[in-house]
T-cell receptor, first 116, second 112 residues
Framework: SAVISQKPSRDICQRGTSLTIQCQVDSQVTMMFWYRQQPGQSLTLIATANQGSEATYESGFVIDKFPISRPNLTFSTLTVSNMSPEDSSIYLC?????????????FGPGTRLTVL | GENVEQHPSTLSVQEGDSAVIKCTYSDSASNYFPWYKQELGKRPQLIIDIRSNVGEKKDQRIAVTLNKTAKHFSLHITETQPEDSAVYFCAADTSGTYKYIFGTGTRLKVLA
């Protein structure tokens, strides 16, 4: 499976600021996704990162709060904007569709965000 | 909306015993059902998966069964070991897309 890295691995931020999380894959992948995992909870899909076009957001998540970029088939960023303590969570990227047609998702190591 | 229910939320077993985790999904178009294991502070790791054209799949001590009519699928771990202790998540793809809906998770503790 693909090797997936995320940066930063963790961060502590002040409320009202923004943080951009990077997800890098060592091979081209069709699908990239961003999830949020609140402490002790399951994984919730934020959006699908589409290469060369706007991300597709799930109900309850909006572009102004979580802008996403995907400039190519190996890289994506998620920005958490105007943060509040409620945004404290683990943010995970996942990749799928590699090889094309396969639907298994593999996860990055996650970014642990604490907002003070 | 579509959802995946998972039971139990916590499960304690003695080392060597079996563990069973059950999930129910609502989307009749779901075709792919992966299971992930997440150890504390780590990323979710795929441990086994099953597709809708298969009723059962086994990989060493781990097996998954699927009842598509009832929209149930289950994870079976035999001869449990302390290193099996983790949180397990089931998932189902949604309406033939690559997106998943995850279950709420089961915290498995294997007691030595």
């Amino acid at each position: 499976s693909a090797v997936i890295s995320q940066k930063p691995s963790r961060d502590i931020c002040q409320r009202g600021t923004s943080l951009t999380i990077q997800c890098q894959v060592d091979s081209q992948v069709t699908m990239m996704f961003w999830y949020r995992q609140q402490p002790g909870q399951s994984l919730t899909l934020i959006a699908t990162a589409n290469q060369g076009s706007e991300a597709t957001y799930e109900s309850g998540f909006v572009i102004d709060k979580f802008p996403i970029s995907r400039p190519n088939l190996t890289f994506s960023t998620l920005t958490v904007s105007n943060m509040s303590p409620e945004d404290s969570s683990i943010y995970l990227c996942s990749v799928g569709g590699s090889p094309p047609g396969t639907d298994t998702q593999y996860f990055g190591p996650g970014t642990r965000l604490t907002v003070l | 909306g579509e959802n995946v229910e998972q039971h139990p939320s916590t499960l304690s077993v003695q080392e060597g015993d079996s563990a069973v985790i059950k999930c129910t999904y609502s989307d009749s178009a779901s075709n792919y059902f992966p299971w992930y294991k997440q150890e504390l502070g780590k990323r979710p790791q795929l441990i086994i998966d099953i597709r809708s054209n298969v009723g059962e799949k086994k990989d060493q001590r781990i097996a998954v069964t699927l009842n598509k009519t009832a929209k149930h699928f289950s994870l079976h771990i035999t001869e449990t070991q302390p290193e099996d202790s983790a949180v397990y998540f089931c998932a189902a793809d949604t309406s033939g897309t690559y997106k998943y809906i995850f279950g709420t998770g089961t915290r498995l503790k294997v007691l030595a």
